[in-house]
């Protein structure tokens, strides 16, 4: 679904880190957590960019993004009062289910998925902790957001400038084991994550990151090695007879969000 949404708050949360919040009353209504929208200012001079929706309430839709190329320059030029483009929801989002202990990681821009699922456990009366990775402490925005949800936040960086100095999967690792993992960032991070969740024998539901052409799964270009028993493996193409029993998925149409351990990547 194509919505034709207003601008109502932008904000600079860092240098190059953007913040955008937008009136899509229908949007907010069906949107679940994890899920993304494609978004593309009404000028049309750049493609639309997938972007995981990070705030969805009171008819308000909002959007963290770094600013890296044309089109997210474009989406930051915009201001209070002008228009854009959003489709969606899109994707499979995370299945919230009844873990009364749960561990979100989050590496970079890929905090701007996981509020809604913290928000949904924080809410069912879960533990929940944020382990937040940035390059630098200037990097680790809406950390404070998150702690005054009720999220207890572990923040690590590149640098050392905030929290543990190194990789936030070491500080996951290091932590007593919860029930249940959450993850979006890039896939070193993702990978490690899952490795993390593997010898700790705790289920984790990883969100990819990629660049789509189209969002909707037409272009089968962003495919990711799936096992072909799992629920997600796409029906197209038939399965050959005793063929590999890895198939590619697309992570903008069956994901983003995969169990770990059904990826074969």
């Not at 997938?50 to 309430?57: H, I, T």
């Not at 630098?136 to 590149?158: H, K, N, P, Q, Y």
Request: include cysteine; hydrophobic fraction near 45%.
């Amino acid at each position: 679904m194509v919505h034709h949404a207003r601008v109502t708050d932008r904000q600079d949360l860092a240098p190059e880190i953007v913040l955008l919040g937008f009136d899509a009353p229908e949007l907010v209504r069906v949107t679940k957590p994890g899920q993304f929208v494609m978004t593309v200012p009404r000028n049309g001079e750049t493609a639309a960019t997938a972007l995981g929706v990070y705030e969805a309430q009171s008819g308000r839709a909002s959007l963290i993004f770094f600013v890296v190329g044309k089109r997210t320059r474009e989406l930051a030029n915009l201001r209070v009062g002008d228009h854009l483009d959003v489709v969606g929801p899109l994707g499979n989002g995370f299945t919230i289910g009844p873990e009364r202990d749960v561990a979100i990681v989050a590496g970079g821009v890929g905090i701007a998925s996981v509020l809604l699922p913290a928000r949904a456990y924080l809410r069912l009366g879960a533990r929940v902790r944020l382990f937040y990775g940035a390059r630098s402490a200037a990097l680790l925005v809406e950390r404070e957001r998150f702690a005054r949800e009720g999220c207890e936040v572990l923040v690590a960086t590149d640098d050392g400038s905030d929290g543990h100095r190194g990789f936030v999967t070491d500080l996951l690792a290091r932590e007593s084991p919860a029930e249940t993992i959450l993850a979006c960032g890039p896939s070193p991070m993702l990978r490690a994550v899952a490795r993390v969740a593997g010898e700790c024998n705790v289920p984790a539901q990883l969100s990819l990151e990629e660049t789509f052409a189209c969002g909707v799964g037409g272009c089968w270009g962003c495919v990711v090695p799936l096992a072909r028993a799992s629920a997600q493996a796409p029906s197209f193409p038939p399965a050959a007879e005793n063929g590999s029993d890895v198939v590619n998925a697309r992570i903008c149409k069956e994901g983003p969000v995969f169990l770990a351990s059904e990826l074969r990547w």
